[in-house]
């Protein structure tokens, strides 16, 4: 066993389900791999299990936007029982990839990869073991006897010679379970399970807010179908003043799924790694926003949508995104919701991608992965511009959501107000909530709820809220930051409030959240050395240095990272 190379997996979701994949397909021998896993069951993590979703909840992806595993959706789907596609009203006959599933169904889906993996691995002769119920409190890096200690549930104790961080999504509480009415997220869903003859209020409008209305929804009111087809809602009697209210910073509604010709996010346009390193190299060490956008984005259309091209050749990134929000932001955002509705419907009839979206699409995960190379400059440009723009359009919200939130809305059940970049919600002395913002006609607003649900998704946790000691005592860490390109606008920052720092050279840096990582999502040191025992692959964690992940996707590209930088050239790695 001594020659064996302990590997551990922390967590045991999508991200450790497609490292294991890796491992399992890289035919390296003397493995010995350990997974730990908080839960009962591998490959669903939150998001595809009972502590991220109902029945009702259903995937923003469909089989054919999935990375490979060992079978496709469309495959696995006729092995399923009866009575499970019976409960998901799902006939085997008329499904295929193009088609989203319930999420509770796609975690199944998921789980049994994970299995068919360790049978692979059985039948190979790789020695692994999984642990249930085993959640990792501290994780303790000792260079000296190049070992790193993993402690399960604060007692055991595992030594293994390398970990891959895969802990997954992290939903901390702040109020909840102190203020009545109060929930900083909507996870695990059964808890609004509730019901509410009153408005409640909604923060976000994304898809986590998506999954706040599809279960308040249903516990509030039903949904049927008229004559026509069209799905109506109608509260129940003793919700009869149930509402919903979302607030959003931008009063945007998330846009609707459509057909996207590349379903893997990948497009042979785009810069190649070399081509990015060079620049990187040509440009004083950083990354420029603006090439990412000019050559990710607006070259790739001069060929195949010149007319597009021709409206935003001569476009700066700011220019493009105020014209892009702009429209949208003048239109009602339900009616918005409808045009788009119609737009999606005949992009998925005819096969025919809505480019420009889809293209944003692309253009966030290109650029999420070289993200920590960008000056801090850039990085606040980013977040401010483009970042909300994408964060709406690439949401693809299924249809049936759509279905469902304009039938709530025509019901008087549902509604959306903008509070602008100032809207700040408090608890209430009793329970609830009131939000403050100025309204569009600048009018200072303070309205009180019985009920409040945090939807803005999965925050990007700040170095601070790392949950292992252990990494942060003893250095084996430290806070993301990039560079500012130049010294008076660090000084500009660090006066506006931001969390800016300088060194003994006279450099200012811009702290981002999360923990420092390098190009193969190695922990970085407080002295800027990488380390090769620990990896980092838990999103909440990197957010500062990963602004944008992409889901499965994400899953399957920091994997592959992963797995060459532990084995260095001694493993070929399948795209």
């Known amino acids: 066993m001594k020659n064996k190379k302990h590997i551990a997996i922390l967590g045991g979701g999508p991200s450790a389900l497609f490292m294991f994949k890796r491992l399992v397909e890289s035919k390296i021998t003397g493995l010995s791999i350990n997974i730990f896993e908080r839960g009962d069951r591998l490959g669903s993590g939150m998001p595809y299990s009972k502590y991220g979703a109902n029945d009702e909840h259903i995937t923003n992806v469909s089989g054919n936007e999935i990375p490979e595993l060992v079978t496709s959706v469309a495959d696995w789907i006729n092995t399923v029982p009866k009575d499970t596609l019976d409960k998901f009203h799902l006939d085997p006959s008329k499904f295929n990839d193009y088609k989203v599933l319930p999420r509770l169904l796609f975690g199944q889906y998921l789980s049994d990869q994970f299995a068919m993996l360790q049978q692979q691995a059985k039948n190979e002769g790789i020695d692994f073991e999984v642990h249930y119920n085993s959640t990792v409190t501290n994780i303790t890096d000792f260079a000296e006897k190049e070992i790193v200690q993993v402690e399960i549930n604060y007692e055991n104790k595992f030594e293994f010679d390398q970990v891959v961080v895969c802990t997954g999504h992290n939903w901390p509480k702040k109020y909840e379970g102190k203020v009545k009415g109060w929930f900083d997220s909507p996870y695990p869903p059964d808890k609004l399970g509730l019901k509410a003859n009153h408005a409640v209020a909604v923060r976000g409008s994304?898809?986590?807010?998506?999954?706040?209305?599809?279960?308040?929804?249903?516990?509030?009111?039903?949904?049927?179908?008229?004559?026509?087809?069209?799905?109506?809602?109608?509260?129940?009697?003793?919700?009869?003043?149930?509402?919903?209210?979302?607030?959003?910073?931008?009063?945007?509604l998330p846009a609707v799924r459509f057909h996207l010709e590349d379903s893997h996010l990948s497009n042979s346009s785009l810069l190649t790694e070399d081509e990015i390193t060079e620049h990187i190299k040509q440009n004083g060490g950083f990354l420029s926003l603006d090439f990412i956008f000019e050559k990710d984005f607006k070259a790739i259309f001069e060929d195949k949508d010149p007319e597009f091209y021709a409206h935003i050749k001569d476009m700066r990134m700011e220019d493009?995104?105020?014209?892009?929000?702009?429209?949208?932001?003048?239109?009602?955002?339900?009616?918005?919701?409808?045009?788009?509705?119609?737009?999606?419907?005949?992009?998925?009839?005819?096969?025919?991608?809505?480019?420009w979206k889809e293209m944003l699409g692309v253009l966030s995960f290109a650029m999420n992965y070289p993200a920590k190379h960008f000056s801090a400059e850039d990085m606040l440009r980013l977040q401010k511009t483009l970042l909300p723009l994408i964060s709406v359009v690439i949401?693809?919200?299924?249809?049936?959501s759509c279905d469902e939130m304009l039938a709530m809305h025509a019901a008087g059940a549902l509604e959306l107000i903008s509070v602008?970049?100032?809207?700040e919600v408090e608890p209430g002395e009793i329970g609830g909530a009131t939000y403050k913002y100025t309204?569009?006609?600048?009018?200072?607003?303070?309205?009180?709820?019985?009920?409040?649900?945090?939807?803005?998704?999965?925050?990007?946790?700040?170095?601070?809220?790392?949950?292992?000691?252990?990494?942060?005592?003893?250095?084996?860490?430290?806070?993301?930051?990039?560079?500012?390109?130049d010294a008076p606008e660090g000084l500009k920052a660090m006066e506006a409030g931001q969390k800016v720092t300088t060194d003994t050279s006279g450099d200012y840096y811009l702290q981002v959240s999360g923990v420092a990582i390098n190009d193969n999502f190695q922990v970085v040191d407080t002295y800027g050395a990488l380390n090769d025992r620990i990896y980092m692959m838990a999103v909440p964690?990197?957010?500062?240095?990963?602004?944008?992940?992409?889901?499965?996707?994400?899953?399957?590209?920091?994997?592959?990272?992963?797995?060459?930088?532990?084995?260095?050239?001694?493993?070929?790695v399948k795209e």
């Open 420 to 423: 602008g970049e100032d809207g």
């Open 541 to 572: 964690y990197i957010g500062g240095f990963n602004p944008d992940y992409s889901g499965l996707d994400f899953c399957e590209a920091a994997s592959a990272r992963i797995i060459t930088s532990m084995f260095d050239e001694d493993v070929v």
């Open 439 to 485: 309204d569009e006609t600048g009018k200072q607003q303070s309205v009180k709820f019985d009920t409040y649900v945090d939807s803005v998704g999965q925050p990007h946790l700040p170095f601070e809220e790392i949950p292992y000691p252990g990494l942060i005592d003893k250095r084996t860490i430290t806070p993301a930051k990039l560079k500012f390109k």
């Open 206 to 252: 994304s898809l986590t807010a998506v999954d706040a209305i599809r279960t308040l929804g249903r516990h509030n009111g039903a949904f049927s179908k008229n004559d026509s087809g069209k799905t109506t809602y109608t509260t129940y009697p003793e919700s009869s003043e149930f509402k919903i209210i979302l607030h959003s910073r931008n009063g945007l």
């Open 395 to 400: 949401a693809y919200i299924p249809q049936s």
């Open 320 to 355: 493009f995104v105020d014209e892009v929000m702009q429209q949208r932001e003048n239109a009602d955002p339900f009616e918005l919701m409808k045009e788009e509705y119609a737009e999606a419907e005949r992009s998925i009839k005819q096969r025919k991608s809505v480019y």
